[in-house]
């Protein structure tokens, strides 16, 4: 039920590191060289992924101008309270966008103790017709370089 529900979307991985943010997505492929697909609760995390990870307006053109968050404005702040509470507002503005969201469980926001130019989005979302929750974890990184 979760596939039918949640949807089948290609896999792709994302590249996390900042020096990649923009360029790192590629689909998967399987050993045989077979695309592979992310399905039901993966696939909606892949989706909340993406929708993290685009400029809201970015898809204006193609007829979602709402589509997307926006943590790209953020980058080049200063990691402090203001700046992380902000993170979590546009996270969770953007996480409710999407229709297979029933309601956030959980969204922390901290930094790791090595690196002050990052924090880290600790999701915990409830998908529509589940009452299982599922988590997803998100480096955002405020300075790229």
Avoid: W
Avoid at 44 to 57: D, S, V
Wanted: hydrophobic residues 40%.
């Amino acid at each position: 039920m979760d596939e039918e529900l949640l949807g089948t979307d290609l896999k792709i991985i994302l590249e996390t590191r900042p020096e990649f943010m923009g360029l790192g997505a590629d689909l998967s492929v399987s050993r045989k060289g077979d695309l592979q697909v992310a399905e039901g609760r993966e696939n909606l995390g892949q989706a909340i992924m993406h929708r993290m990870l685009t400029r809201r307006g970015e898809l204006s053109d193609l007829g979602h101008p709402d589509y997307g968050s926006r943590l790209h404005e953020l980058i080049g702040e200063p990691n402090n309270q203001g700046t992380r509470e902000l993170v979590r507002l546009y996270a969770k503005e953007c996480i409710l966008q999407e229709p297979r969201v029933k309601d956030i469980v959980s969204l922390a926001v901290s930094v790791p103790p090595d690196n002050p130019h990052i924090v880290i989005l600790d999701i915990t979302v409830m998908p529509i017709k589940s009452s299982v929750p599922m988590n997803r974890v998100f480096p955002f990184y405020l300075e790229v370089g």
